[in-house]
């Protein structure tokens, strides 16, 4: 072989070597190691979001339209079987008294009074005159949740007990089969926490500061929960402006009492909504904030439902459990785990139940403060995804789209192992509406999981058209399993979404879903994350829309 020759094969093997060296940068950052996160993490963690963006390979879908709905949604059909919400305890006798209960009473630890009440009273013997066995079931529902089922007749305890006495009262006015039974269960408070030496001593000093863009405060969904429903009436009180300038400075809506305790417990927010019960029994809370009483008492009242179709037997059944949950022996116990403290607090107001209801229609029109929000929905296509999951991601968009007010800025993305405009943003108008729609109807699962790519593309969105609209409320949802395999990891993108303040949403789809993952991504910019099956993700993506939407 002559000099020339071998000169041309150094050559070749020097260009094989280095497109085998790009090959694998590429692949390296392409396929995520699982231990450390992308490119070992670090390196790239940094980035900032236009820089994350033009290392990515984005492709842009044809819009094709699709057949909307305009109907009203059926409340009935959405409600998922109330097997959903299976029974904390069941009981077995020949009459068995079942209670819908508010999560602070049958949960785990200190939050499972009601639990311990039903399985003292299922073991005590208990009988009628006419020698019937009685029993307890409890069903944990959130209030709202509860409300809905008792309105819409899909399935009707035969008690309920929210955490206060306003969506009882909602459920009445709105031709719920219950009525009062007794005013009070266990005895408990709605409250802010306020960081300590805040100089905040009241609740009036504490929502002043929220609208005076003094301290960042997280509250609960009026619709599904009581303390939510507690503080939006109390703001609407004074007006519905008194509202809009308190809610235009929160960065943080949960989906419940206990989600909002499990999610921002870091401390990250100067005040958040709570109940005293839930406080007390969390250090962490305890060390980081001061409680202050607000609104109507959480009493816990007990509502009976479809009295008149209760034989005299089950009357005198629901009499023995009410009068065993309100005993000594068991209100010892419930002082224990936190509750019947504060019982100097007297509420001022009371609500009915159509001023219920007109505040929830009013919290529907107002809570955007007339402000245009931008919000990208991130949908897994991939091949985890196939079958179930994918049909269920499929059906909640296009049940969820019919609550997106037509004033929001609305696309879509999907991602497998690469990741695809589906519909740009645009005014969510009957014609936005349509090709949103088409794009869901033609999704289809296979590949890989870019999760952190797609939410690269749908910040990168986001922020483009909040240079138009600089005044708009922007928030993003990812539709997952959790699952991210391929693209960047979470930790190269962390940064660039804090600085972004964009809100992940995260709604995680079957049993083997990476909720703490998910969970993570959410908290991050303080958002809410929800774990819906195939039965009640319709449900969970209306009250999320709802809130949000």
Known sequence: MDKRTKGLVVVGVLVIIAMIAVIIGIVGRKVINIAGGGNGGSSRSDMTLDELYADLDVSEATPVKGTVTLDTPDLYAELPEIDKYPLAVEGNGDID????????????DNDSWLIDVANSFNGSGVKTADGKSVSMSVRSVPSGTAADYIISGKYLPDLYTPSNTLFGEYAMSNSGSLELYADRLVGNTAGILVKKDSGYTTAADAIKAVQDNKITMGYTNPQTSATGLNLLLTLLQDGEDNFTKFNSNIPYVAYTTQQMRDSASNGTLDAMLSEYQAYINDSNLVSMYDFIAFGVRHDNPVYICNKSGKSASELEAIQLVVDYCKSDDMQTIATKRGFNANDDYTATEEFSGAQVTQGLKTYKKTKDNGKDIIAVFVADCSGSMDGDPMNQLKNSLTN???????????????????????????????NQRSYFQGSVNNLMASGGTASYDAVVVAMKMITDAKAEHPD??????????????VGYSMD?????LRQSNIPVYTIGYGGDADTDELTKLSGINEAASINADSDDIIYKIKSLFNSQL
């Open 472 to 485: 708009a409320k922007c928030m993003l949802f990812l539709l997952s399993d959790g699952y991210a395999n």
């Open 97 to 108: 008294i079942e209670i819908f209960t508010s999560g602070e009473k049958a949960g785990k």
């Open 492 to 496: 190269e993108i962390t940064s660039a």
């Open 400 to 430: 969820g789209a019919q609550y997106i007010n037509d004033n929001n800025y609305v696309g879509l993305v999907s991602y497998s192992s690469s990741v695809t405009v589906e519909v740009p943003i645009a005014q969510f108008d009957l």
